[in-house]
């Protein structure tokens, strides 16, 4: 790509920002970098339609920096609930206390400085300093990937190292230095409104006069993945044991999914089982030691995560004999649950249970 090349992608592209690009985000055109970042902690992973009401409901609960990194650590996890991919939120809480004790409740000003931060990749790095503070840095998210690879038809894969080196030197080649956070917004909103992943509105894109990938009618042929991970089928089943108007919860502390969240006790294994073989296990025996109970209900629930889909098989137990409480558990009171940050997938069970609450 030549001069002339970079010359025209960025004039039309900023040309169509200024004019016509009318999308609305309330984080959009701000300055602050600690907003900044919450946002784009927010929307990793996650689609802006879910995220936007998120950001909102965390800025009013944390308007600042400080009042994050001194907030009630199960408090943020119920606030995140839902969203999924909870190390975002511990990486949030650590970075916000890291910033307070150790920077002055100031984020760096150098991009080198923010990726520093834990949590703090290369795109939200460069996302806080182009936005924040109009440091030459381009942001290369799935947007932008996917504009690049179309406008150039470029077949190189975009999930292997050499093909993420070649598309983050393509997206600083042709980077605005002028006005570097305007030029991110604006390809990541043009892939986002009219670069679609399908169903491209190419008739209104004004790159469609250059692009390759337009005029060769295979838009839908980029980018090109090289890699595609399988799908791990994990079988969860849930023993929801109601005890005088309590239940049992435990926190998942082993490094996995939902980490630092409460669930009911667990027992995982490698397919659903029914009750008659269950409760057989030394784990069903363990934490009901008598056969002094009644099983009210079993529902079926299923969780897609990204590279898991999680089935869970929650067993509802009634029971006047207290059960055996573990000294990672605790006993609550079944009211009380909605103070505790959840799995979706509970969260989803204990609105569908007809005892429940929520």
Same mark, same amino acid.
């Not at 839908?220 to 005088?244: D, E, G, N």
């Not at 659903?272 to 079926?300: A, C, R």
């Given at each position: ?15 169509? $920002? ?10 959009k ?11 784009? @902690? ?21 308007? @600042? ?38 920077y ?22 460069? /996302? ?8 030459? $840095? ?39 230095v ?7 917004? /604006?390809?990541?909103d ?20 250059k ?23 994990r079988?969860?089943?849930?023993? =929801? ?29 490698? /397919?659903?089982?029914?009750?008659? $073989? ?19 209900? =079993? ?8 590279h ?15 059960? $055996? ?6 006993? =609550? ?26």
């Amino acid at each position: 790509m030549g001069d002339s090349g970079k010359e025209v992608f960025t004039r039309l592209l900023m040309r169509w $920002h200024r004019q016509d690009n009318g999308r609305q985000m309330p984080w959009k055109g701000i300055r602050d970098p600690y907003r900044i970042w919450l946002a784009e @902690t927010i929307l990793q992973q996650t689609r802006v339609e879910q995220g936007w009401a998120y950001y909102e409901r965390f800025v009013q609960a944390y308007p @600042t920096l400080e009042q994050l990194a001194y907030a009630d650590e199960q408090a943020v996890y119920r606030l995140w609930q839902g969203l999924g991919y909870y190390n975002r939120c511990r990486n949030l809480l650590h970075t916000a206390r890291e910033l307070v004790q150790h920077y002055g409740g100031e984020f760096p000003r150098s991009y080198d400085g923010l990726l520093s931060l834990k949590g703090i990749g290369p795109y939200t790095a460069a /996302a806080i300093a182009s936005f924040a503070f109009g440091l030459p $840095h381009a942001v290369v998210d799935g947007n932008v990937l996917r504009v690049l690879a179309r406008y150039f038809a470029l077949h190189i894969p975009v999930d292997l190292p050499e093909g993420k080196k070649l598309f983050s030197q393509l997206a600083h080649k042709l980077l605005d230095v002028q006005d570097p956070g305007a030029f991110n917004q /604006a390809v990541m909103d043009l892939g986002a409104t009219i670069c679609k992943p399908r169903r491209p509105a190419c008739n209104h894109c004004p790159l469609a006069v250059k692009c390759q990938a337009f005029h060769l009618q295979q838009q839908m042929q980029f980018p090109v993945k090289a890699q595609s991970k399988s799908i791990q089928s994990r079988y969860f089943h849930y023993l =929801v044991i109601r005890f005088q108007a309590k239940t049992l919860l435990q926190r998942r502390i082993q490094k996995d999914i939902w980490r630092g969240l409460f669930e009911f006790p667990l027992i995982e294994k490698n /397919a659903l089982w029914e009750v008659e $073989h269950l409760q057989q296990t030394p784990e069903w025996q363990n934490q009901l030691p008598t056969d002094d109970w009644s099983l009210k209900g =079993v529902i079926d629930l299923q969780q897609q995560l990204t590279h898991r889909r999680i089935h869970a098989r929650f067993f509802y137990i009634e029971t006047p004999v207290a059960p $055996h409480i573990s000294p990672h558990q605790l006993l =609550v009171g079944w009211d009380d649950l909605c103070q505790y940050a959840l799995p979706g997938i509970i969260v989803k069970y204990l609105r569908r249970n007809p005892y429940s609450i929520l």
